[in-house]
C-alpha cells in the first residue's frame, strides 16, 4: 500500500525558510523510474507544480520559484525535503506531496498523493 | 513555460447531463496530459494521463481525447459524485521538464 506524509510548521514568519518533509511508503525512493513531486495549492486557488526528484537524482523545479527551492531524497529514510526560502504570505498554501512515475514513451504520472499540509505565512 | 487554459472556469449540470471540459496549451505537448479530479478538503485524483488513458479504478463514464495543444474531458452522465474541480496538467516529458496545471474547472449541480 503506497501512502505519502507531508510534515512540516504551520505557521512561518516572512523571510523564514519553509522545510517539508514527505515520507513515503509503500515504494523505494530507489526504485527506478520513480519520484516525487511537490504541488502547492493556495486556499480557493489552482493547484501549482513546484519541483520533483527522481531516483536518479534528476530534479527540476519551477521557472518562477526555481531560485527560492531546494529539492532532496533520504533513500534510507523514505523521505524527500523541500525547503523554500524567504517566505511570504503570498506562499500561504496546502502543500502536497505526490509519487510520480515514468511510464513507457515518456509518459509521467501522479498516481498517489499526501494529505497535503497547510502552511501559513504570517508575522 | 507551457500554459494550460481551461474552460469553463465554472460549469452547472444536472445529473445525468453530459459534460464537456476543454484545455488548450500554449504550445504543443504531444499526449502529455493528464486530469485530476479534487474535492473540498482533499487531494487531487488522477483521472487520465496520457490524454485517454483512464487510470486504474476509475469509472468509465470519465474520458479524454485530444493531441498537441487542444485536450477534452468528458464526462458522459455526471453522478452526484462527480461534483468536484477538475484540472488539467501538462508533462512534457523533454528538458526542462517543467509541469504545470489549468486553473480548474468547478463542476456545481445546477
Known amino acids: 500500500q503506497v501512502t505519502l506524509k507531508e510534515s512540516g510548521p504551520v505557521l512561518v514568519k516572512p523571510t523564514e525558510t519553509l522545510t517539508l518533509t514527505c515520507t513515503v511508503s509503500?515504494?523505494?525512493?530507489?526504485?527506478?523510474?520513480?519520484?516525487v513531486s511537490w504541488i502547492r495549492q493556495p486556499p480557493g486557488k489552482a493547484l501549482e507544480w513546484l519541483a520533483h526528484i527522481f531516483s536518479n537524482d534528476e530534479k527540476s523545479y519551477s521557472t518562477s520559484l526555481k531560485s527560492r527551492l531546494t529539492i532532496s531524497k533520504d533513500t534510507s529514510k523514505s523521505q524527500v525535503v523541500l525547503t523554500m526560502t524567504n517566505m511570504d504570505p503570498v506562499d500561504t498554501a496546502t502543500y502536497y506531496c505526490a509519487r510520480i512515475r515514468a511510464m513507457v514513451q515518456g509518459v509521467i504520472i501522479f498516481d498517489y498523493w499526501g494529505q497535503g499540509t497547510l502552511v501559513t505565512v504570517s508575522s | 513555460d507551457i500554459q494550460l487554459t481551461q474552460s469553463p472556469s465554472f460549469l452547472s449540470a444536472s445529473v445525468g447531463d453530459r459534460v464537456t471540459i476543454t484545455c488548450r496549451a500554449s504550445?504543443?505537448?504531444?499526449?502529455?496530459l493528464a486530469w485530476y479530479q479534487q474535492k473540498p478538503g482533499k487531494a487531487p485524483k488522477l483521472l487520465i494521463y496520457?490524454?485517454?488513458t483512464l487510470q486504474s479504478g476509475v469509472p468509465s463514464r470519465f474520458s479524454g481525447s485530444g493531441s498537441g495543444t487542444e485536450f477534452t474531458l468528458t464526462i458522459s452522465s455526471l453522478q452526484p459524485e462527480d461534483f468536484a474541480t477538475y484540472y488539467c496538467q501538462q508533462l512534457n516529458s523533454y528538458p526542462p521538464s517543467t509541469w504545470t496545471f489549468g486553473q480548474g474547472t468547478k463542476v456545481e449541480i445546477k
Open positions: 509503500g515504494f523505494s525512493l530507489s526504485n527506478a523510474r520513480m519520484g
Open positions: 504550445q504543443g505537448i504531444s499526449s502529455y
Open positions: 496520457a490524454a485517454s
